[in-house]
């Protein structure tokens, strides 16, 4: 099995009747206009209505234990739409306090200091 890791999603869109949904990871780089770090577009994952309404319901089920555990906050109580504040010590620095990714010696920058 691949494993990616992100900081966060892009972007969800609709097209044709597919879901896509494009994660990202902060990158080194000056920060964007308004203030946070630059990031790369890593992976793009597509999947099925039914398979996407079937992801969300999994996903609500991990918040609630998030939040029963304290990891996370709710800003609303909108359901799915609710948008999530996470709590860590290290929160507003890329991946979650990790150290900035580094330079391959090909130059190419790397999209995370986690692969």
Known sequence: MNQLYC??????????????????????????????????????LLLSPDGFVQSLNALERVVG?????????????????????????SAGTPAGGAEAPKEEKSGKRRASPNF
């Open 7 to 44: 900081d966060g999603i892009e972007e969800v869109t609709v097209t044709g009747g597919i879901v896509r949904i494009d994660f990202y990871a902060y990158v080194r780089g000056a920060a964007q206009a308004d203030g946070r770090p630059p990031r790369e577009t890593l992976s793009r």
């Open 65 to 89: 234990v998030l939040e029963q555990r304290g990891l996370v906050q709710r800003r609303s109580k909108s359901g799915a739409q609710a948008a999530l504040a996470a709590v860590p010590a």
